[in-house]
Nanobody, 117 residues
Framework: QVQLVESGGGLVQAGGSLRLSCAAS????????MAWYRQAPGKERELVAR???????NYADSVKGRFTISRDNGKNWMYLQMNSLKPEDTAVYYC???????????WGQGTQVTVSS
């Protein structure tokens, strides 16, 4: 059974940085893409960043130039480097791993990121 665990969240001041990590219980094969989502109170869950199996990346307009997604397929780890954090970045951040041909879709339980003014 595959389990994803996020870490690295916490409380930071505006302008600060955090690096989120997502680790799997074991190696995951046939990965199509990995992604980070977030959900703020009273808001819909939104895609923050995504990286495909060939390294192509996509970012939400609100985080472009500030966040960077990366992966380590050998370890089945994924990272989100967040710089120049703003209060509006406050949310629960979730990692997601999707398999090729929709063979699976794994989710972590989330990590809280709080950015103070």
């Amino acid at each position: 059974q595959v389990q994803l665990v996020e870490s690295g969240g916490g409380l930071v001041q505006a302008g600060g940085s955090l690096r989120l990590s997502c680790a799997a219980s074991g190696r995951i094969f046939n990965i199509n893409a990995m992604a980070w989502y977030r959900q703020a109170p009273g808001k819909e869950r939104e895609l923050v960043a995504r990286i495909s199996n060939i390294g192509a990346t996509n970012y939400a307009d609100s985080v472009k130039g500030r966040f960077t997604i990366s992966r380590d397929n050998g370890k089945n780890w994924m990272y989100l480097q967040m710089n120049s954090l703003k209060p509006e970045d406050t949310a629960v951040y979730y990692c997601n791993v999707e398999g090729t041909y929709r063979s699976y879709d794994y989710w972590g339980q989330g990590t809280q990121v709080t950015v103070s003014s």
